[in-house]
């Protein structure tokens, strides 16, 4: 389980998927939601803007990462 500390309000999935190196840019971020299963709170999610706040778990890969 990973922690990943924001500085403001919210990020959005997209963000994350840059900020953790899963992805090299914005542009590949549909197609590994297309690609790769994705969960935001236990459920899944494909939309690149989804807004991820403090205390939301995300899924990814295996790996856990939690906002804060």
């Not at 500085?7 to 992805?23: A, C, D, R, S």
């Not at 994705?38 to 939301?56: M, T």
Request: glycine share 6%; charged share 25%.
């Amino acid at each position: 389980m990973k922690t990943i500390k924001i500085t403001t309000e919210y990020i959005t999935l997209q963000q994350l998927l840059k900020m953790e190196n899963i992805i090299s840019s914005g542009g590949e971020s549909k197609y590994f939601l297309q690609e790769n299963e994705v969960f935001v709170n236990d459920v899944l999610e494909q939309r690149r803007g989804k807004k991820l706040y403090p205390n939301d778990k995300i899924l990814i890969n295996g790996e856990i990462f939690i906002i804060q």
